[in-house]
């Protein structure tokens, strides 16, 4: 079992928006605005979405858009794109060094 | 650019040893704290270990804290992972991983294609 939750599975249509929560406790999540989501692609490396909750790093399309509220964290993908079809895995600092990571949701474009 | 490539992975029996390595280059090194990050056939992702820009700091996941050690070379810009007393559901895909930036709640912006261990007889 996982340290945060994550649906197993969202979809959309192309140029649709799709948000994947991802909900931890009042340790990680809710007390730390150290969220991170990463996008994997089949039999690649994870990449970096977004950190610090709602932060992109260069490269990133806006498209991608991270928020929190209490202990539940949300990745918006808007303008959704045959490409965005992936797994999503949202993680957390909890403190002492060990971050947490989401089961993953499955993302697929329709 | 940043490059890591890990290497090392194989078939190991239960309670055997492997070394993984993961060579870094196209940044400062020995700037950066770097990570391991194991993901099981079909899995999600799980962190195990850590280590501080300078060696002198490590962290490790309960699940394999006394069996796992992480090290770095850094005049080789090269971070190591022993793994001892191997178990089947050790294995998974390693990923090595840089942290994005100073701190401990850093995120990972750079990852590896990753190593496949497979711990079976």
């Known amino acids: 079992q996982s340290a945060l939750t994550q649906p197993p599975s969202a979809s959309g249509s192309p140029g649709q928006s799709v948000t994947i929560s991802c909900t931890g406790t009042s340790s990680d999540v809710g007390r730390y605005d150290y969220v991170y989501w990463y996008q994997q692609h089949p039999g690649k ?24 509220s209490g202990n539940t964290a949300s990745l918006t993908v808007s303008g959704l794109q045959a490409d965005d079809e992936a797994d999503y895995y949202c993680s957390s600092y909890a403190g002492s060094n060990n971050p947490l990571f989401g089961g993953g949701t499955k993302l697929t474009v329709l | 650019e940043v490059h890591l490539v890990e290497s090392g ?27 391991w990050v194991r993901q099981a056939p079909g899995k ?73 261990v497979t711990v079976s007889s």
Request: proline fraction near 5%; aromatic fraction near 14%; charged fraction near 15%.
């Open chain 2, 44 to 116: 999600g992702l799980e962190y195990i270990s850590g280590i501080n820009y300078n060696g002198h700091t490590t962290y490790y996941a309960d699940s394999v804290r006394g069996r796992f050690a992480i090290s770095r070379d850094n005049s080789r810009n090269t971070l190591y992972l022993q793994m001892s007393s191997l178990r089947p559901e050790d294995t998974a895909v390693f990923y090595c991983a840089k942290s994005y930036y100073y701190g401990e709640a850093a995120p990972f912006d750079s990852w590896g294609q990753g190593a496949l």
């Open chain 2, 9 to 35: 992975g194989g078939l190991v029996q239960p309670g055997g040893s492997l070394r993984l390595s993961c060579s870094a280059s196209g940044f400062t090194f020995d700037g950066y704290s770097m990570h």
């Open chain 1, 45 to 68: 490396a994870p990449k970096l979405l977004i950190y610090e909750v709602n932060k992109r790093p260069s490269g990133v399309p806006g498209r991608f858009s991270g928020s929190k």
